[in-house]
């Protein structure tokens, strides 16, 4: 099995599992600091203990590769596997079945966990048509929010990027500001495939406030897409939250 797609397969496994990030990110780190190796380096490297010593591999992602080499389905992979063999919700199925893509994820240009090249992988290997590429914008500053200049340069990178059959479409999860402004140029909006308006700050305004602002951003012209409307937090590591 190739090394690189079984850490990247157990980091999926793993925020499936809705694992701490910290945990996540030592697969991701792993599958990125070998990605440059040829096979045969690769197992230079793991036979004389080499990678074992090097930056971003660890006890546990070194197993996994050294397993991956000598052509198993590492152990820790298998368990996952076998731990996550039923669906999360046994009655949706159907609706499953009928999915085509997804427009609204977010990479590690923001406050996701991944490159696009390994979201659009995963978006493929599930089977998907097309997947958008919805990062935040610079006001949400504590989910790292894209500035113009780095939405420019995202652009140029997704542009650059083969993605076989899959449709990878330009994105941005916008905020709508309080004045039911859009947090980002017209300019830039409209050279995008999908524009998700969301509200993420003073979720507890009344209904009257919050309803003037979302109107404002449905009215834009721009908008695609009204995010998370209700506000709701149903799990997750900063607990839950009623809807707005």
Same mark, same amino acid.
């Given at each position: 099995?190739?090394?690189?797609? !079984?850490? *990247? #397969?157990?980091?999926?496994?793993? $925020?499936? #599992? @809705?694992?701490?990030?910290?945990?996540?990110?030592?697969?991701?780190?792993?599958?990125? =600091?070998?990605?440059?190796?040829?096979?045969? #380096?690769?197992?230079?490297?793991?036979?004389?203990?080499?990678?074992?010593?090097?930056?971003?591999?660890?006890?546990? +992602?070194?197993?996994?590769?050294?397993? !991956?080499?000598?052509?198993?389905?590492?152990?820790? @992979?298998?368990?996952?596997?076998?731990? *996550?063999?039923?669906?999360?919700?046994?009655?949706?199925?159907?609706?499953?079945?009928?999915?085509?893509?997804?427009?609204?994820?977010? +990479?590690?240009?923001?406050?996701? &966990?991944?490159?696009?090249?390994?979201?659009?992988?995963?978006? /493929?290997?599930? %089977?998907? #048509?097309?997947? /958008?590429?919805?990062?935040?914008?610079? &006001?949400?500053?504590?989910?790292?929010?894209?500035?113009?200049?780095?939405?420019? $340069?995202?652009?140029?990178?997704?542009?650059?990027?083969?993605? %076989?059959?899959? +449709?990878?479409? =330009?994105?941005?999860?916008?905020?709508?500001? $309080? *004045?039911? /402004?859009?947090?980002?140029?017209?300019?830039?909006?409209?050279?995008?495939?999908?524009?998700?308006?969301?509200?993420?700050?003073? @979720?507890?305004?009344?209904?009257?406030?919050? +309803?003037?602002?979302?109107?404002?951003?449905?009215?834009?012209?721009?908008? *695609?897409?009204?995010?998370?409307?209700? %506000?709701?937090?149903?799990?997750?590591?900063? %607990?839950?939250?009623?809807?707005?």
């Amino acid at each position: 099995m190739d090394a690189v797609d !079984a850490l *990247n #397969e157990i980091a999926f496994w793993l $925020e499936r #599992e @809705l694992a701490p990030s910290f945990k996540v990110q030592a697969f991701r780190r792993a599958a990125a =600091t070998i990605a440059p190796l040829d096979a045969a #380096e690769l197992a230079a490297r793991v036979a004389d203990g080499r990678l074992k010593r090097t930056k971003g591999i660890g006890d546990r +992602t070194f197993q996994v590769i050294a397993q !991956a080499v000598d052509g198993q389905v590492p152990d820790y @992979l298998a368990d996952l596997r076998q731990r *996550n063999d039923q669906p999360l919700d046994t009655g949706g199925a159907e609706l499953l079945a009928q999915l085509r893509g997804d427009l609204h994820s977010h +990479t590690e240009w923001s406050d996701g &966990t991944v490159p696009i090249e390994v979201m659009a992988a995963a978006a /493929a290997t599930l %089977g998907r #048509e097309y997947q /958008a590429i919805t990062d935040h914008s610079p &006001t949400l500053t504590v989910a790292s929010g894209l500035s113009a200049e780095r939405l420019e $340069e995202q652009l140029d990178v997704i542009a650059g990027l083969d993605t %076989g059959s899959l +449709t990878l479409l =330009t994105g941005i999860e916008v905020d709508i500001l $309080e *004045n039911g /402004a859009l947090d980002q140029t017209p300019e830039l909006l409209g050279r995008l495939d999908v524009v998700v308006g969301s509200v993420h700050s003073k @979720l507890r305004s009344d209904r009257r406030t919050m +309803t003037k602002r979302m109107l404002g951003g449905i009215h834009d012209p721009q908008t *695609n897409v009204l995010g998370h409307c209700t %506000g709701r937090l149903v799990q997750g590591s900063r %607990g839950t939250r009623p809807p707005s």
